[in-house]
């Protein structure tokens, strides 16, 4: 079944711990990009990547990093969680060229 | 950047009752989708739709490119519809991101 998943879907952690959301893709997609989303803000661009090695800064990029070592995953790295960071957050790919992106299932982030 | 204007942003309907929705667009696009955010927070795809007509069941969405707007029909409305509505458009030329509208708020009532 063709689908994007992360992991883990839900996750209460404290400030400053480290963490990483995996997010991966069977589509064989080239495009993937990591959203979040909150009240009253809607859902924003955090990191996209074009390919693998390929990454860039979306609209809200501080506090996160990313990577693309592989075509089908591009976790988010939390270095050091503070509680702005609260949020729900969604992975989504893509074939490149302005095609159908698809998400996955959120994962809600909690920090304290 | 592109702005994404959805209306009405709450509605409210009996079981039985058809709707629609709107999503404007203030510039050109590539790729226009709808999705339905469940009570679960899932965001599920209903159309890729960056022009012309689909339909899919109960659903069906028209895009009309060159007046920058899109529609969401919803015909004989069922509980398992509510939800919130999301539009959300790549501008062309753009990084493949997409912009979402602030969304509709649909309740299907019993």
């Known amino acids: 079944e063709a689908q994007v998943t992360q992991n883990p879907r839900y996750l209460i952690t404290v400030t400053g711990k480290k963490l990483t959301v995996t997010c991966s893709q069977n589509?064989?997609?080239?495009?993937m990009s990591w959203y979040r989303q909150d009240p009253g803000l809607g859902l924003r661009q955090i990191y996209y990547?074009?390919?693998?090695?390929?990454?860039d800064k979306g609209d809200v990029p501080e506090g996160y990093k990313v990577s693309r070592k592989e075509k089908r995953n591009f976790p988010l790295i939390l270095e050091s969680p503070s509680p702005n960071q609260t949020s729900l957050y969604f992975c989504?790919?893509?074939?490149?060229?302005?095609?159908?992106?698809?998400f996955g299932p959120g994962t809600r982030l909690t920090v304290t | 950047g592109i702005q994404v204007e959805q209306s009405p942003p709450d509605l409210i309907l009996q079981e039985g009752a058809n709707s629609t929705l709107r999503c404007n667009f203030s510039?050109?696009?590539?790729?226009l989708q709808w999705f339905h955010q469940n009570p679960w927070g899932q965001l599920i795809n209903l159309f890729y739709?960056?022009?012309g007509t689909k339909q899919n069941g109960r659903l069906s969405a028209t895009t009309v490119a060159t007046e920058r707007y899109s529609l969401l029909y919803i015909s004989s409305s069922q509980t398992t519809d509510s939800g919130v509505y999301f539009c959300?458009?790549?501008?062309?030329?753009?990084?493949?991101?997409?912009?979402f509208g602030k969304g509709t708020k649909l309740t299907v009532n019993p």
């Open positions: 959300a458009v790549e501008r062309r030329g753009g990084s493949e991101k997409l912009v």
């Open positions: 739709i960056p022009s």
């Open positions: 989504a790919s893509g074939h490149r060229g302005s095609y159908e992106q698809y």
């Open positions: 510039d050109s696009v590539n790729n």
């Open positions: 990547s074009m390919n693998v090695e390929v990454t």
């Open positions: 589509m064989n997609h080239e495009y």
